[in-house]
Nanobody, 123 residues
Framework: QVQLVESGGGLVQAGGSLRLSCVAS????????MGWFRQAPGKEREFVSG???????TYADSLKGRFTISRDNAKNTVYLQMNSLKPEDTAVYYC?????????????????WGQGTQVTVSS
């Protein structure tokens, strides 16, 4: 079993920054590609960013360079740096892991999910 635990969420004013962390346990972290998704109230879960085994990254088009994903395999951790936050970024952010390879934006391809961390951006 693989467990993912997110942290770093909270309340921030528009224009501020947050850094989310996701720590994996149970299996070798380096074997997994990792992703971040988010779900706002009343909306479907959507892709935010993904990073593969070699550090290659992908972002949702709407983020326009505000978010940066990274990973530290020695610490079994993936990060999401979020800058210039907007109220529309308010959502529960989920960390996910997959052993398969391919496009990172499809949530059905991920095998394990964290329980999420709340990010709230006020105006």
């Amino acid at each position: 079993q693989v467990q993912l635990v997110e942290s770093g969420g909270g309340l921030v004013q528009a224009g501020g920054s947050l850094r989310l962390s996701c720590v994996a346990s149970g299996r070798t972290f380096s074997a997994y590609a990792m992703g971040w998704f988010r779900q706002a109230p009343g909306k479907e879960r959507e892709f935010v960013s993904g990073i593969n085994w070699n550090g290659g990254d992908t972002y949702a088009d709407s983020l326009k360079g505000r978010f940066t994903i990274s990973r530290d395999n020695a610490k079994n951790t993936v990060y999401l740096q979020m800058n210039s936050l907007k109220p529309e970024d308010t959502a529960v952010y989920y960390c996910a892991a997959r052993r398969s390879f391919g496009p990172p934006m499809y949530e059905s391809d991920y095998d394990y999910w964290g329980q999420g961390t709340q990010v709230t951006v006020s105006s």
